[in-house]
């Protein structure tokens, strides 16, 4: 795991320290609804006990579960719903092989992006996947749930593809208005919403990977956020990248890994605003002007 934003949630990451005793995790749990959120990675542990799945410790299994939350109260106001331990339980319940649900989906759903001028001024994140496979085996896959205050740019072009908006409602550019203004990329985080913003994902490889080279590769994986989120890692965001390995597929340098797995998440974060579905007073990216392409 890295972790690059200073407002982050987390919980059971101590463990992922190369020093520290457990060397294998049995699931990750990514979750909106900030602290509250936190409580779905009960639901999932119960689950996996109930399964038999657990590192042993003597007659017992105890499942280690990682997870991470990011901020989105806002989106719901007071009184939201908020992601528990029974929604933990049915995640692990319904995990498979299939194909994510993107865009407004699980972490996802109160994501919002574009914050740097407030939150009238957002559009709808989302949830996101992407996967490279390669002729000798080797697959790198990300799945991030997007929540930034920054906006999300297109490192191919350099184009603004969602973030915030101008009086009219079209992009406005937070990297133009940064350099304009004597303002900085955290005038949102300075009110009462400071830290209400984080992206976090999950890059998983096939290639066997030590827990010293497994955090490596999260800490490049997060090149892939700076590639595509404008501005990244502010005070008010807690960006958090976990990195896994199977260990079932072909050896890998994780330089190479590394470097992968932050084209995976670019392309991961991409894919999260575009698949996004637009909620009251949050446009997707679909509902701008000139969206075809986008």
Known sequence: MDVRGSAPGTRETDLLDPENTVERVHAVVLSGGSAFGLAAADGTVRFLEEAGIGYAVGPFRVPIVPAAILFDLGVQG???????????????????SDPVRRGNAGAGAGATVGKSRGPARAMKGGIGSASLRFPDGLVVA????????????????????????????????????????????????????????????????????????????????????????YPVHTPSDGDTLFALSTGRGPAARVGRVGALAAEAVARAVLDAVRSAESLPGYPAVGDLPAAPGR
């Open 78 to 96: 007071p009184g939201a719903v908020r992601p528990d331990a029974d929604c933990g339980y049915r995640a692990a319940a319904v995990a498979g």
């Open 142 to 229: 990300a799945l991030i749930a997007v929540n930034a205050v920054g906006d999300v740019v297109d490192p191919t072009d350099g184009r603004v593809v969602a973030g915030v908006r101008d009086d009219e409602g079209n992009l406005a550019d937070a990297r133009r208005l940064l350099l304009e203004s004597l303002s900085g990329p955290d005038e949102a985080g300075a009110g009462p919403l400071a830290g209400a913003n984080t992206t976090i994902g999950v890059v998983a490889v096939n290639a066997p990977l030590t827990k010293a080279e497994a955090n490596k590769v999260a800490e490049m994986a997060h090149d892939g956020l700076a590639r595509t989120i």
